[in-house]
């Protein structure tokens, strides 16, 4: 990406950095229940492909635009 004051980040980009940005927040919230679950509970393997999935599709979807870009 260029480093100039006239460069504007295509808006699907920004779109996407944005929702992911979202998205990932919600998945270290959702860890972070998790940690203090595993003080007295057993994680399920559910439970943690819930988290695995927002962060793949987050990935995929940055992938994607990126190599748009």
Do not use: F, W
Not at 35 to 58: F, G, H, M, P, Y
């Amino acid at each position: 990406m260029a480093a100039s004051a006239e460069y504007a980040p295509p808006k699907e980009l920004v779109n996407v950095m944005v929702q992911s940005s979202e998205k990932l927040e919600g998945a270290a919230s959702l860890l972070e229940m998790l940690e203090d679950k595993a003080d007295n509970q057993r994680i399920t393997a559910s439970e943690l492909a819930a988290v695995r999935c927002i962060v793949e599709t987050c990935a995929a979807n940055l992938g994607g635009v990126l190599e748009e870009a």
